[in-house]
């Protein structure tokens, strides 16, 4: 099966731009997740959807980050705007049932805010 | 709310060699999965190996294999035969039972492995 497909792999961007990510879960997987992986620490979830409604966005800031995965299939998380803090890899993940097998993971957006 | 700790930031192995990655768990849960994820250079997290905790025996998958402690809340990873593609961090990860909201894999810091040939 094909896997999580994401883009685009870089992305260098000044503070104060915005910045889109996309990422193609696999065929079937109801559950999306977005993980920021900042140097040195493990992924924190950033926003989780089952199919196209949110189950939990309380980690992410709102103020600047927005999500949504139209259709249930797709999703893009956007920044706007960027600070220098946000620099990150971005990973999308998917599972079948919400995760008690585990997630299937994509290659990350490395972002980099100068 | 649930925390997970790797206390190593890094570990070194001799190729062939094994070697054993520490992770300890902080849950008031009686039922709860626990994972360890590999990621290489490519940043792509692969799964390595899964337990659930209801299960008393140990999971293997080929050269990895866990030693889960309930009751110490430890869960550590052992590679066998260590081979230079090992090299990767690894991620101890944590999941409630719960459905919705709960359901998410909290990670630890990681560590990264160094396989020497």
């Known amino acids: 099966e094909a896997g999580v497909a994401q883009s685009p792999r870089y992305k260098i961007i000044e503070k104060r731009q915005s910045v889109a990510f996309w990422c193609n879960p696999i065929?079937?997987?109801?559950?999306l997740y977005w993980y920021q992986q900042i140097l040195g620490q493990g992924p924190k979830l950033l926003i989780q959807?089952?199919?196209?409604?949110?189950?939990?966005d309380s980690q992410l800031p709102k103020d600047r980050f927005s999500a949504e995965r139209l259709k249930g299939v797709d999703s893009t998380l956007k920044i706007q705007p960027a600070k220098l803090e946000d620099s990150a890899v971005y990973l999308c993940?998917?599972?079948?049932?919400?995760?008690?097998?585990?997630?299937?993971f994509g290659s990350g957006t490395r972002l980099t805010v100068v | 709310a649930q925390t997970v700790t790797q206390s190593q930031p890094e570990m070194s192995v001799q190729e062939a060699e094994t070697v054993t990655l520490s992770c300890t768990y902080d849950?008031?849960?009686?039922?709860?999965?626990l994972f360890w994820y590999k990621q290489p250079p490519s940043r792509q997290m692969i799964l390595v190996i899964r337990?659930?905790?209801?299960?008393?025996q140990n999971a293997t998958e080929n050269r990895f294999s866990v030693n889960f402690q309930k009751a110490a809340k430890s869960f550590s990873l052992k590679i066998s035969d260590s081979q230079l593609g090992d090299a990767a961090m690894y991620f101890c990860?944590?999941?409630?039972?719960?459905?919705?909201?709960?359901?998410?894999?909290?990670f630890g810091k990681g560590i990264t492995l160094s396989v020497r040939p």
């Open positions: 993940a998917s599972s079948l049932d919400m995760g008690s097998y585990g997630y299937t």
């Open positions: 065929s079937g997987h109801a559950t």
């Open positions: 959807f089952q199919n196209n409604g949110v189950v939990d």
């Open positions: 849950t008031s849960e009686s039922d709860y999965y």
């Open positions: 337990q659930e905790a209801y299960k008393q």
């Open positions: 990860a944590y999941r409630s039972p719960s459905t919705g909201a709960n359901s998410k894999l909290t």
